[in-house]
């Protein structure tokens, strides 16, 4: 059996690597539109960029538009400003948001019709040179196929894909990562976490894969907790934006599983950011998981060092299971009630939406690809024991 593995052209990565944005974009287009928030402006780290393309004298025009939830609007918003201002090239600036805006900017720039009609189809055309460089250690959006955009008609994550989203360039530069506070460091290093585990735990796990998701596994579990506490220490943003990174290469090929494809439609009807509702969900649905694939998640929990080689794997595997629910606090991690009420829903609200959520998570294909392959009946259940 052979297998496909896809990263972007070059990922540059180290302190500081931002100064030399410059040299490696040269020749790949004559205007940049950087795609960022007003975080990203007001924190300095869009003036970085900006400044890195001035002193390589290559135009650019900033748009600021993408938020923690991109949807259609903001991307057909950022594509105006594109074609207008004559970009031919685009540089994305944040969190995984900012990034899956100007994934889909760039495809969108090339192709036809709404951004809905590419759902469940494989993007493969000729795209924009696209510079991904994250801001938090968690997404790994900067080296995947993937991008996350909200269909506003229809109240429904999309989840779309194809070779053409990939970055060509991702810029690992722990320096951006400095100003996310520990709300945000949690949550994103968490995601990362989930996207390591879930690559692999995957049905379509393979042998690179499982070295990048198993090498990011451990540098979580022991630097995010460090970051947490002390968001200035540069060893440990370093190695959390490398965690990130292979985090997001792993899954990116073995895709995530049931994590994810029940987190989405949370963050559809509930605006929960997406690092957050994975965390929430990370020991229901692992506990669930662990029944049919025992032996992989004993691993995982002897990478993390709770569980040693004499240690029974369904001892391992259950280790694992306490050892997420443990450290996810640790690092923070609220209630999913507290969370509905500082977003002004309720338990009840969210129970009554448990059915069109199971629905929806199905419908994304993600569930499909933990080895014990949910129900709707049984991911109603875990949306349940979230209480």
């Known amino acids: 059996m052979g297998y496909s593995f896809m990263v972007p052209r070059e990922i540059i990565s180290g302190t500081n690597v931002i100064e ?16 960022t928030d007003q975080f990203m402006v007001k924190f300095g780290n869009a003036a970085k960029v900006e400044g890195a393309l001035e002193k390589a004298g290559i135009p650019f025009v900033t748009f600021a538009g993408a938020n923690s939830e991109p949807t259609d609007k903001i991307v057909d918003a950022g594509l105006k400003v594109y074609k207008e201002e004559g970009c031919d090239f685009l540089v994305a600036l944040g969190g995984g948001s900012p990034m899956d805006t100007a994934k889909a900017i760039g495809f969108m720039s090339v192709a036809g019709g709404k951004i809905s009609d590419y759902m469940h189809v494989n993007i493969d055309m000729q795209v924009p040179f696209l510079v991904a460089i994250p ?8 080296v995947t196929k993937n991008t996350i955009i909200a269909d506003t008609e229809n109240n429904v994550k999309m989840l779309l894909g194809g070779p053409s989203i990939i970055p060509a360039l991702a810029v690992v530069d722990p320096t951006f990562t400095m100003t996310a506070p520990p709300s945000v460091t ?21 042998p690179l894969t499982d070295t990048f998701a198993l090498s990011a ?10 970051c947490v506490k002390d968001g200035k220490n540069v060893e440990a943003r370093l190695a959390m934006s490398v965690a990130a990174t292979e985090a997001g290469i792993a899954f990116n090929n073995a895709s995530v599983t049931i994590v994810h494809g029940m987190s ?22 692992m506990k669930f998981a662990i029944e049919e694939n025992t032996d992989r998640f004993a691993t995982i929990a002897r990478t993390m060092g709770v569980a040693d080689a004499d240690t029974p794997d369904h001892e391992a595997a259950e280790a694992f299971v306490a050892e997420v629910t443990r450290f ?10 507290d969370l509905l009420t500082q977003r002004g829903f309720t338990k009840e609200q969210f129970l009554a939406q ?20 949910p129900t709707k009946e049984q991911i109603i259940e875990i949306y349940n024991e979230l209480f």
């Not at 996810?328 to 009630?337: F, Y």
């Open 20 to 35: 030399e944005l410059g040299a490696h974009v040269k020749g790949h287009g004559t205007k940049a539109l950087i795609v």
């Open 135 to 142: 801001t938090t250690a968690g997404t790994g959006s900067e």
């Open 186 to 206: 949690s949550a994103t290093g968490i995601d990362a976490l989930c996207h390591s585990i879930e690559a692999y735990t995957s049905r379509k796990a393979q």
């Open 217 to 226: 596994i451990k540098k979580i579990h022991k630097n995010l907790p460090i």
């Open 264 to 285: 989405r439609p949370i963050g559809a009807l509930f605006h929960i950011a997406h690092g957050v509702s994975n965390a929430v969900l990370l020991p229901a649905c």
């Open 328 to 337: 996810c606090k640790e690092v923070g991690i609220p209630a999913l009630e």
């Open 354 to 373: 448990t059915s069109k959520m199971a629905d929806d998570a199905l419908e994304s294909g993600s569930p499909q690809n933990t080895m014990r392959i």
